[in-house]
T-cell receptor, first 110, second 115 residues
Framework: QKEVEQNSGPLSVPEGAIASLNCTYS??????FFWYRQYSGKSPELIMF????GDKEDGRFTAQLNKASQYVSLLIRDSQPSDSATYLC??????????FGAGTTVTVRA | DAGVIQSPRHEVTEMGQEVTLRCKPI?????LFWYRQTMMRGLELLIY????????DSGMPEDRFSAKMPNASFSTLKIQPSEPRDSAVYFC?????????????FGDGTRLSIL
């Protein structure tokens, strides 16, 4: 599998703040980038995906991609206690395979 | 729409026994993936299928692991004989094609414990 590195957690943010999650990847040929949220004991749930350089917004979530720097990030605005989870960055390689980072655990303090 | 369905949700068995995990992908999805998740190694791709045909099994850890997809709506992952180090959560995921641009959708997983 190709390398995907995520910033080490845990990340603790107060309710209402912005949580910023970062991810770097090793395969320059990667074309698709995904963020999954995983609650403890549950399965990964798709939050965002992005293919093109720049920003993509969906509600309180914004994904940012910079292929030249091999960097993808996720911003969670107005963080809520329900956002407390582990966030997995996934990057495709060889077209259909996904390599996952180890995850960043986010805790939103009420 | 029904999501990816896996069974059983939990499996506890003794070392040496055969274990069979089952998966029903989302209807219309032509790609199916099997993953394993552990604390030490994270989420790892084991094998994936396209139109019921195994495409890449390079992630399968040993010959004790095998996977089949007899039709578009059913796949199995079998471990024989099982060992304690196989204990993990096994996920099945499915997606449409489009050269990896489509997201994978995960089932609830099977939590496997080998005693």
């Amino acid at each position: 599998q190709k390398e995907v590195e995520q910033n080490s957690g845990p990340l603790s943010v107060p309710e209402g703040a912005i949580a910023s999650l970062n991810c770097t990847y090793s395969d320059r040929g990667s074309q698709s980038f995904f963020w999954y949220r995983q609650y403890s004991g549950k399965s990964p749930e798709l939050i965002m995906f992005i293919y093109s350089n720049g920003d993509k917004e969906d509600g309180r979530f914004t994904a940012q991609l910079n292929k030249a720097s091999q960097y993808v990030s996720l911003l969670i605005r107005d963080s809520q206690p329900s956002d407390s989870a582990t966030y997995l960055c996934a990057v495709n390689y060889d077209d259909y395979k996904l390599s996952f980072g180890a995850g960043t655990t986010v805790t939103v303090r009420a | 729409d029904a999501g990816v369905i896996q069974s059983p949700r939990h499996e506890v068995t003794e070392m040496g026994q055969e274990v069979t995990l089952r998966c029903k992908p989302i209807s219309g999805h032509d790609y199916l993936f099997w993953y394993r998740q552990t604390m030490m190694r994270g989420l790892e791709l084991l094998i994936y299928f396209n139109n019921n045909v195994p495409i890449d099994d390079s992630g399968m850890p040993e010959d004790r692991f095998s996977a089949k997809m007899p039709n578009a709506s059913f796949s199995t992952l079998k471990i024989q004989p099982s060992e304690p180090r196989d204990s993990a959560v096994y996920f099945c995921a499915s997606s449409l094609g489009d050269r990896g641009l489509q997201p994978q959708h995960f089932g609830d997983g099977t939590r496997l414990s080998i005693l």
